[in-house]
C-alpha cells in the first residue's frame, strides 16, 4: 500500500526528507509558506540582478552530502567557487572545497524537488490527529489530509509552534537557540571592494562580506558588483525590530568604514532579515520523531548550523519515517 506522507516547509531539511520518502515509494506531498523553494538557501531577486540571501556556499564533510554535490555539479547546478580571501590567494578561511548554487544558491534544491507536489504559499497553522490520519490546517481555516505520517521541517521556534504539545517534543524543541541575521543586498556601478572576495567576522556588526558577482554563473552587472553583507547574530537580534531601509544604511556604512572604502552611493540597496537565521544552539541528534504519533522533525538545528546539517537530517527523519510504517 502507498503511503501519504506531508512534509511542511520546502528547504533544504524538507526536500530531503521527502527524496528520502518518494525513493521508499511514499506518496508525498509538501506545504511551504513562501512563493518559492529552498528555504534559507535563497536567490533574493532584486530588479535584475539576483543575489544569495542566505546561505552563501555549500562544503562537505560527509560521503552523502559530497555525493549530492557531485551529482549537483554533474547537472550544472553547482560548481566550484574559489574566491580571494586573503590578497592573491584563496586558502586564508577555506579549510573544505566551496561550492555554490549556479545561477544562483537555490538551484542546489531543484534535483530534491522533481517529482514531488509542492504547494507553495501555503502556511501550515495546525495538526490535528483523526482516526483515519493526520489532518493539516492552513491560515486560511482550510484543511487536507488524512496522511499516514507528517515531518515538520521548518526552524525550531517554528516547529515548536506545531509539535510543543505532542509528548516529549516541546522539551527537545525549546532546547534549540536560533539567532536572527540581517542580510543587505547591494548593488554598485563600478567595482569598489579591494581585490578580495570574502571577509569574515570583520567587527562586532559585520559577519561576512562577499562579492556575490565573483561566483560562477552570475550576471555581471555592467562592470560593477553585487555584494552580500550578513551583519552579526548579536547586533541582529538588537536591531531586528528597526526599519529595513535604516538596517541597510547603517551596515552599509559600516562596511566602508571597516574596508576604508571611498563614499559611494549603490545603485541599488536593500535588506532582509531571516528571522530564525543561524543555529546558536543545536538539538545534537539527527531528527525527532515519535513512531507513536507518526510525527516527526528536521533541520539543521538538529545536527549544527550547515546546509549538510539540513541534508542529513532530512535523510534520516524520511527513513525513520519509512521504517515505522512499514
Ligand atoms: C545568513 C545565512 C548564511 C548562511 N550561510 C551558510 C553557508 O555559507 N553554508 C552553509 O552550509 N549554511 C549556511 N547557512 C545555513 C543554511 O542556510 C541552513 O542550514 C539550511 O538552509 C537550513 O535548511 P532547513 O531546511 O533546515 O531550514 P529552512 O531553509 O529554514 O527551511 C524551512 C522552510 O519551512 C518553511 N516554513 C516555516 N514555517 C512554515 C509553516 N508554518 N508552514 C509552511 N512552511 C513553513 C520556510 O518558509 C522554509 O522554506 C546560512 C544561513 C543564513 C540565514
Request: net charge neutral.
Amino acid at each position: 500500500m502507498t503511503h501519504k506522507v506531508a512534509v511542511i516547509g520546502a528547504g533544504l531539511a524538507g526536500l530531503s526528507c521527502s527524496s528520502a520518502l518518494r525513493r521508499a515509494g511514499c506518496f508525498v506531498e509538501i506545504f511551504e509558506q513562501e512563493k518559492t523553494l529552498g528555504g534559507r538557501v535563497a536567490t533574493i531577486r532584486n530588479g535584475l540582478v539576483a543575489f544569495d540571501a542566505g546561505a552563501q556556499y555549500l562544503t562537505a564533510r560527509g560521503d552523502k552530502f559530497r555525493s549530492y554535490i557531485n551529482e549537483l555539479v554533474a547537472s550544472g547546478y553547482a560548481a566550484r567557487w574559489d574566491p580571494k580571501t586573503t590578497s592573491g590567494e584563496n586558502k586564508g578561511v577555506q579549510l573544505h572545497t566551496w561550492y555554490v548554487g549556479t545561477p544562483g544558491m537555490s538551484s542546489i534544491v531543484r534535483p530534491l524537488a522533481e517529482s514531488v507536489r509542492v504547494h507553495m504559499g501555503k502556511k501550515v497553522h495546525t495538526l490535528s490527529q483523526t482516526d483515519k490520519g493526520w489532518m493539516i490546517w492552513f491560515e486560511d481555516q482550510t484543511n487536507v489530509g488524512p496522511f499516514a505520517a507528517v515531518a515538520v521541517a521548518v526552524p525550531a521556534p517554528a516547529a515548536r509552534l506545531l509539535l510543543g504539545r505532542v509528548e516529549g517534543m516541546d522539551e527537545a524543541l525549546s532546547r534549540v537557540r536560533m539567532m536572527p541575521t540581517w542580510a543587505v543586498m547591494v548593488r554598485l556601478a563600478e567595482r569598489t571592494l579591494p581585490d578580495q572576495d570574502v571577509f569574515s567576522d570583520m567587527s562586532e556588526v559585520l559577519r561576512w562580506i562577499a562579492r556575490n558577482s565573483s561566483k560562477p554563473g552570475r550576471t555581471s552587472s555592467g562592470g560593477g558588483e553585487t555584494i552580500v553583507v550578513h551583519a552579526s547574530p548579536n547586533w541582529s537580534r538588537e536591531t531586528e525590530d528597526a526599519d529595513p531601509e535604516a538596517v541597510a544604511q547603517e551596515l552599509w556604512s559600516e562596511v566602508t568604514r571597516q574596508l576604508g572604502l571611498p563614499a559611494v552611493t549603490p545603485q541599488q540597496m536593500s535588506a532582509h532579515l531571516w528571522t530564525h537565521g543561524l543555529v546558536d544552539q543545536s538539538l545534537g541528534e539527527s531528527f525527532i520523531y515519535s513512531t507513536h504519533y507518526k510525527l516527526g522533525a528536521a533541520g539543521d538545528w538538529c545536527l549544527g548550523r550547515l546546509a549538510e546539517h539540513a541534508y542529513e537530517s532530512g535523510q534520516g527523519l524520511g527513513r525513520a519515517i519509512v521504517a515505522s510504517l512499514t
